[in-house]
């Protein structure tokens, strides 16, 4: 059984950057791809992130991509995720999830999860 904290939410301007933090416990991630996915209020839960068990191959979610950073130390069994030039519609609860394949999914699914983190709040203003 694996467990998954999210930190490092919170309120910032648009335009600023924010930190997520994925610490995990109960056994080792380090051969898990890991990812983070994201809920706004009333709307469906989407991926944001991925990273593999390596930590040498990442994918992002079209919104994202050159301004999200996905990363991972082993030592720490962590995972981070650096949000830059953030917008008012990154506005959301962010998760962290394992997959205990090592292998990123074509097409990323929050029903192929196998754990999942209880969520960091992220408000951004215009």
């Known amino acids: 059984q694996v467990q998954l904290v999210e930190s490092g939410g919170g309120l910032v301007q648009a335009g600023g950057s924010l930190r997520l933090s994925c610490a995990a416990s109960?056994?080792?991630?380090?051969?898990?791809?890991m990812y983070w996915f994201r809920q706004a209020p009333g709307k469906e839960r989407e991926f944001v992130a991925a990273?593999?068990?390596?930590?040498?191959?990442?994918k992002y979610a079209d919104s994202v991509k050159g301004r999200f950073t996905i990363s991972r130390d082993m030592t720490k069994n962590t995972v981070y995720l650096q949000m830059n030039t953030l917008k008012p519609e990154d506005t959301a609860v962010y998760y962290c999830?394992?997959?205990?394949?090592?292998?990123?999914?074509?097409?990323?699914?929050?029903?192929?999860?196998?754990?999942w983190g209880e969520g960091t709040l992220v408000t951004v203003s215009s």
């Open positions: 999830a394992a997959d205990v394949r090592v292998i990123l999914l074509p097409s990323p699914r929050a029903s192929a999860m196998d754990y």
């Open positions: 109960g056994r080792t991630i380090s051969a898990y791809a």
């Open positions: 990273i593999s068990g390596s930590g040498g191959i990442t």
